[in-house]
Nanobody, 128 residues
Framework: QVRLVESGGGSVQAGGSLRLSCTFS????????MGWFRQTPGKEREFVASITWSGGSTDYADSVKDRFTISREIFKNAMYLQMNNLKPEDTAVYYC?????????????????????WGQGTQVTVSS
């Protein structure tokens, strides 16, 4: 069973930065998609960024492009989300996720890639 644990959330003023971490276990090596998502009360969970585990190809939602950077450290089984120039609208619970299947040429962004395993989430609050 794949287990994911997020950390690094917190409260910050607009314009500030945070770095989220996601560590996981129960995964064998392969080109899986790894992603960050976020959700606010009353709204659907939305895609933030993704990375292919072995190839390192990245993809971002337009709302975070040029502000957020996704990365991974293979030998630490860890994934990160560096968030800069944070805005109040970035306030949400952030989740890391991965899928059961390896990625294909269609990439690691939903719905092309199906995410099956989720962490418990970490709260990010940005004040104006």
């Amino acid at each position: 069973q794949v287990r994911l644990v997020e950390s690094g959330g917190g409260s910050v003023q607009a314009g500030g930065s945070l770095r989220l971490s996601c560590t996981f276990s129960g995964r064998t090596f392969g080109n899986y998609g790894m992603g960050w998502f976020r959700q606010t009360p009353g709204k659907e969970r939305e895609f933030v960024a993704s990375i292919t585990w072995s190839g390192g190809s990245t993809d971002y939602a337009d709302s975070v492009k040029d502000r957020f950077t996704i990365s991974r450290e293979i030998f630490k089984n860890a994934m990160y989300l560096q968030m800069n120039n944070l805005k109040p609208e970035d306030t949400a619970v952030y989740y890391c996720s991965t899928g059961k299947a390896p990625t294909t040429a269609r990439g690691s962004r939903p719905p092309q890639y199906k995410y099956d395993y989720w962490g418990q989430g970490t709260q990010v609050t940005v004040s104006s």
